[in-house]
T-cell receptor, first 113, second 116 residues
Framework: GDSVTQMEGPVTLSEEAFLTINCTYTATGYPSLFWYVQYPGEGLQLLLKATKADDKGSNKGFEATYRKETTSFHLEKGSVQVSDSAVYFCALRPGTGGFKTIFGAGTRLFVKA | GAVVSQHPSRVICKSGTSVKIECRSLDFQATTMFWYRQFPKQSLMLMATSNEGSKATYEQGVEKDKFLINHASLTLSTLTVTSAHPEDSSFYIC????????????FGPGTRLTVL
């Protein structure tokens, strides 16, 4: 079945460091791909998305490119801030339609000042 | 963006009791709501899909008689964990789809259930 695998955390970085959180997926057809972020004590928020191969989603300095050849959707940010500390979830929605979202395990990011 | 709330945020109960968790869409009408369960350091697992005015659709392996879902209005869905046991302890998260929106879910902050 469809699945999402993302790197285990926690990831600890200093402010202004470069961030990469790896995410790979297994799916039939053409899924949509998402990154969600969960700040402490809050719900999941959509960070960015891509709906077809080679699409690049971007928001708040974060980027991820839908790579069908490597079945990946790695999250990157050039310079992290303390306020980026949160849990990041990679997710996919199967291309067959509907809203059944499949999530990765989540990666906790700590950014130190 | 749209706001989804959950109540309570934390609940501790004794084994054998039932617990009700509410999920509300505060500023939009949600034709469809979802209930997820998250174990520590694990993925969110979809438990069921809740449609207003109809019976919920449960995922394989989820006991519908244990996890009762009611979606009585366009802004409220409830999950009742009946005869709770320690293995039901988990983080429960709901999400909602706004009518007319495409491809975006709005998530609640979650409810942490601890069964003693």
């Amino acid at each position: 079945g469809d699945s999402v695998t993302q790197m285990e955390g926690p990831v600890t970085l200093s402010e202004e460091a470069f961030l990469t959180i790896n995410c790979t997926y297994t799916a039939t057809g053409y899924p949509s791909l998402f990154w969600y972020v969960q700040y402490p004590g809050e719900g999941l928020q959509l960070l960015l998305k891509a709906t077809k191969a080679d699409d690049k989603g971007s928001n708040k300095g974060f980027e991820a490119t839908y790579r069908k050849e490597t079945t990946s959707f790695h999250l990157e940010k050039g310079s992290v801030q303390v306020s980026d500390s949160a849990v990041y979830f990679c997710a996919l929605r199967p291309g067959t339609g509907g809203f059944k979202t499949i999530f990765g395990a989540g990666t906790r990011l700590f950014v130190k000042a | 963006g749209a706001v989804v709330s959950q109540h309570p945020s934390r609940v501790i109960c004794k084994s054998g009791t039932s617990v009700k968790i509410e999920c509300r869409s505060l500023d939009f009408q949600a034709t469809t709501m979802f209930w997820y369960r998250q174990f520590p350091k694990q993925s969110l697992m979809l438990m069921a899909t809740s449609n207003e005015g109809s019976k919920a659709t449960y995922e394989q392996g989820v006991e519908k008689d244990k996890f009762l879902i009611n979606h009585a209005s366009l802004t409220l869905s409830t999950l009742t964990v009946t005869s709770a046991h320690p293995e039901d302890s988990s983080f429960y998260i709901c999400s909602a789809i706004a009518g007319g929106s495409y491809n975006e879910q709005f998530f609640g902050p979650g409810t942490r259930l601890t069964v003693l």
